[in-house]
């Protein structure tokens, strides 16, 4: 998820043509930051929320995914849910991050504690994930939206887009991890080294397909909290449509069967 921040400029950067003047007012935008150290792009504070939404979203999906609590077998499964969610999710807002900064702009990822809070009193006690720990968010020059708000679009766009692009890429690489470990090794006969590994393929390719297609859903408003397939819808429909068509055919496929993944689950939890 990503957040923008828009301030209106003040007048000395952004104002009306007079009917005397050839062009427009418009100060010149400041050159582009860069960002070639590693303390440039990031800061302790917001490393710290990296990790602590890391942590919480893994035991969130243990207690939800495994019983009893605070078991061998929970280990196993809190273990595997880092795993995943330390590619599928830290890499869904670092790859957020990345293109915003791209373009000159400030980003940072900041928690909600009041989601994370309940993120893990709904996972221990009611046994569902509201995965919602927090947002990327990105601060433009305030002149860029009203003096370009087409390019504004396309940038905003290309970065919502950068998160959803890695969790099919994501998914894809475990899928093919999944069938490949799947044709060797069978559930009944695996140790507990391969229960692991294939415990993580199945998590890996079933979390990042429906990260994808449920970030990609249309839904939001420029200037708040929205899903990232609403920029890309606005700024690009083609794009929308297969980055879009992509993960929910995917998913589709594993909740119906088609792709054996969640099949695979369900006796790789009850092995452990």
């Given at each position: 998820m990503v957040k923008v921040k828009i301030k209106k400029p003040s007048k000395r950067f952004y104002r009306r043509r007079n009917n005397w003047e050839i062009f427009p007012f418009v100060s010149g935008f400041p050159k582009k930051r860069q960002f070639s150290r590693f303390r440039d792009r990031f800061s302790i504070v917001e490393i710290q929320n990296i990790l602590i939404a890391w942590a919480v979203l893994s035991l969130a999906f243990g207690a939800v995914l495994y019983?009893?609590?605070?078991?061998?077998?929970?280990?196993?499964v809190v273990g595997a849910s880092a795993i995943v969610l330390g590619l599928g999710f830290i890499f869904h807002e670092l790859m957020h991050k990345f293109a915003a900064q791209k373009y000159g702009y400030d980003a940072e990822f900041k928690i909600w504690p009041m989601w994370l809070f309940m993120a893990l009193i709904m996972a221990f006690f009611i046994g569902v994930v509201f995965a919602a720990p927090g947002a990327t968010y990105f601060q433009p020059d305030p002149r860029e939206y009203y003096m370009d708000p087409k390019g504004f679009t396309k940038r905003y766009g290309v970065i919502s887009l950068a998160g959803p692009e890695i969790n099919i890429i994501f998914g894809a690489v475990f899928l093919g991890l999944f069938y490949l470990m799947s044709s060797f090794v069978s559930v009944s006969g695996a140790s507990s080294i391969e229960l692991f590994a294939m415990l993580v393929f199945c998590l890996g390719t079933y979390i990042n397909?429906?990260?994808?297609?449920?970030n990609m859903l249309p839904i939001g408003s420029m200037g708040s909290i929205s899903l990232d397939g609403y920029k890309v819808w606005n700024w690009n429909k083609v794009y929308w449509?297969?980055?879009?068509?992509?993960?929910?055919?995917?998913?589709?496929?594993?909740?119906?069967?088609?792709?054996?993944v969640l099949n695979h689950l369900i006796p790789i939890l009850g092995s452990i």
């Amino acid at each position: 998820m990503v957040k923008v921040k828009i301030k209106k400029p003040s007048k000395r950067f952004y104002r009306r043509r007079n009917n005397w003047e050839i062009f427009p007012f418009v100060s010149g935008f400041p050159k582009k930051r860069q960002f070639s150290r590693f303390r440039d792009r990031f800061s302790i504070v917001e490393i710290q929320n990296i990790l602590i939404a890391w942590a919480v979203l893994s035991l969130a999906f243990g207690a939800v995914l495994y019983r009893p609590l605070f078991s061998v077998g929970f280990a196993y499964v809190v273990g595997a849910s880092a795993i995943v969610l330390g590619l599928g999710f830290i890499f869904h807002e670092l790859m957020h991050k990345f293109a915003a900064q791209k373009y000159g702009y400030d980003a940072e990822f900041k928690i909600w504690p009041m989601w994370l809070f309940m993120a893990l009193i709904m996972a221990f006690f009611i046994g569902v994930v509201f995965a919602a720990p927090g947002a990327t968010y990105f601060q433009p020059d305030p002149r860029e939206y009203y003096m370009d708000p087409k390019g504004f679009t396309k940038r905003y766009g290309v970065i919502s887009l950068a998160g959803p692009e890695i969790n099919i890429i994501f998914g894809a690489v475990f899928l093919g991890l999944f069938y490949l470990m799947s044709s060797f090794v069978s559930v009944s006969g695996a140790s507990s080294i391969e229960l692991f590994a294939m415990l993580v393929f199945c998590l890996g390719t079933y979390i990042n397909f429906y990260l994808a297609a449920f970030n990609m859903l249309p839904i939001g408003s420029m200037g708040s909290i929205s899903l990232d397939g609403y920029k890309v819808w606005n700024w690009n429909k083609v794009y929308w449509a297969i980055f879009f068509i992509i993960p929910v055919t995917i998913t589709a496929l594993i909740f119906l069967g088609y792709i054996p993944v969640l099949n695979h689950l369900i006796p790789i939890l009850g092995s452990i």
